[in-house]
């Protein structure tokens, strides 16, 4: 695990401590799954990078992602700033990204290379999606 990753992980760890959730989101009433720090991470995370590049693409499913987005922060019982920070770290990823792909591949449609990047990025999540209910009831048996 890089080391900016491992350090991002134990913060959020230390800021979802019950003690935290309690002050910061006295009146949730969304029942949080259990997981462990870095399947949250993982969620959040891909959540967040579908946002940013819907977002950077002026794409429509933009609405989507955010409410998904607050919909994990809110069952996750995730802190405001560190639901912000994640937003703020995958935005500045994506645009890094972007930027990059610019200038590696010059003779072909960015925006067209970058929509794709999004379908496949979404299509990923969207899968793990699907496969969640048969990845838990292994788990459970």
Known sequence: MKPV????I???SALLSPTAIANENQTQTVQ?????PEEMMFE????????AAA?????????I???SYQSLVAEFNVPKKAAESIVNRTHSEYLYF?????????EIDHHMLLTSAYTHRCLFMNGFEAQR????????S
């Not at 959040?44 to 946002?51: D, I, K, P």
Request: aromatic letters at 10%; charged letters at 30%.
């Open 5 to 8: 990753t491992a350090l991002f």
């Open 10 to 12: 134990t913060v959020l």
């Open 32 to 36: 949080p799954r259990q997981l462990a």
């Open 44 to 51: 959040l995370n891909e959540e967040a990078t579908c946002l």
């Open 55 to 63: 977002k950077y693409l002026e794409k429509e499913r933009y609405d």
């Open 65 to 67: 992602h955010l409410s």
């Open 98 to 106: 972007a930027d990059r792909a610019k200038r590696r591949y010059t």
């Open 133 to 140: 209910p048969f990845i838990e009831a292994g788990n459970n």
